[in-house]
């Protein structure tokens, strides 16, 4: 048997797929070539087999398919081109955010019936709506950039969570942990809360994960995954050295790293808020966690280079919005918004942004162009 000589790295069986072709070729601890990249498993025997050891790939492999990505194409999933139900989908996260904060200010003897109750709906409105979800996100329409890192946090842990088919169990644990591991800032009063409409304010993450784990027991919130998430939110090398469990290495290293996108994405305890395109290139260059090149890469596969409600100016001048993604991640569907003379488009026709003169040129802040749209006619079909 085929035996590899190159560093290797551990995936997990949630990213392999029965009738689906690998994108790595398979290896076993000792270096064994159980499968070749494009090949596929074809029953579920093969799989169940694989879960039973540890999988490892080529790290040079992970880096070609972050490349790939970048420059081809990737086969998407049926739930990215649902239709882009936008109105509905925002103004249920709306009213979930408020729902958060009303209940962060109050000492309910249920609150912790009710915090679940907002991890589940959370999570409905991800199945439901991907793609909206997502560009909720993206459209940044929330100004309190602690509140919108948090729901960044809780709608792409949803988002990657659901993809690597998680038990339901452990799917609540971290979305919860998302949601809740900087709940003592909001706790706080009113007065108070008003400065995080700056991007200038730095937190102690760490001092405040703490406050927050006390906040939830007080409250009934006594889980030890959740709240272990929130303690070592800012060590995965710590947890990596400490346990053997790989699985449980992969769950800590994800909740790391999607925290560090989604603070980038909505600048929460930065000056600034990136572009994702910015986001991924600073991950890739400055993330220190073990999985990140594998976490990259499903993110960007799930998400798009240019996710769903970025703003984007075209090779013609026009302005648009992404709606969805298409078979290739760097060419989204887009609406166009103004036209090249940087008037308010009537028709906000579609675009394909595959041929020369739509092709994405650049991504602008969407504050820049806020009042000149008229969203009312946005979302109609």
């Not at 049926?78 to 709306?94: A, G, T, W």
């Not at 452990?170 to 009063?189: D, G, M, P």
């Not at 993110?299 to 769903?308: E, F, N």
Request: positive net charge; aromatic residues 12%.
């Amino acid at each position: 048997m085929q035996r590899s000589n190159f560093k290797l790295v551990p995936i997990f069986s949630h990213s392999i797929v029965v009738d689906k072709p690998l994108i790595f070729p398979l290896y076993s601890h000792e270096g064994i070539l159980l499968a070749n990249k494009g090949s596929k498993l074809e029953d579920t025997q093969s799989l169940n087999l694989l879960k039973h050891g540890k999988i490892y790939t080529l790290e040079s492999e992970l880096m070609k398919s972050l490349e790939s990505l970048r420059v081809g194409s990737f086969e998407l999933d049926s739930d990215k081109n649902k239709p882009y139900r936008f109105p509905h989908v925002l103004e249920r996260i709306v009213k979930l955010e408020k729902t958060f904060i009303d209940l962060l200010k109050t000492d309910a003897e249920d609150f912790k019936h009710e915090f679940l109750m907002i991890v589940n709906n959370l999570e409905s409105i991800v199945n439901d709506n991907h793609n909206g979800a997502v560009a909720k996100i993206f459209l940044h329409t929330n100004r309190y950039p602690a509140l919108e890192y948090i729901f960044t946090f809780g709608i792409l842990i949803c988002v990657m969570v659901n993809h690597l088919n998680w038990k339901q169990k452990e799917k609540n644990r971290i979305i919860l942990a998302s949601l809740s591991h900087i709940v003592s800032i909001f706790s706080q009063t009113n007065t108070q809360a008003e400065h995080f409409k700056q991007f200038d304010e730095k937190y102690n993450i760490s001092a405040i994960n703490k406050e927050s784990v006390n906040f939830l027991r007080k409250r009934g919130i006594q889980d030890k995954k959740s709240l272990s998430y929130i303690s070592n939110l800012d060590f995965p090398d710590k947890i990596d050295q400490q346990n053997k469990n790989d699985e449980l290495t992969f769950a800590f290293s994800l909740f790391n790293f999607i925290s560090q996108f989604s603070s980038l994405v909505t600048g929460f305890n930065h000056p600034q808020w990136y572009y994702p395109t910015h986001a991924y290139k600073m991950l890739e260059k400055y993330c220190k966690n073990r999985y990140r090149n594998y976490f990259l890469t499903t993110l960007v596969s799930l998400i798009g280079r240019y996710p769903a409600g970025s703003i984007v100016k075209l090779q013609n001048g026009e302005v648009a919005i992404v709606i969805h993604q298409t078979n290739d991640l760097n060419h989204p569907m887009v609406k166009i918004l103004l036209s090249n003379k940087g008037f308010s488009s009537r028709q906000m026709p579609e675009r394909q942004t595959n041929d020369g003169n739509h092709q994405i040129t650049s991504i602008m802040f969407s504050t820049q162009i806020i009042d000149k749209i008229d969203f009312s006619r946005l979302w109609r079909n």
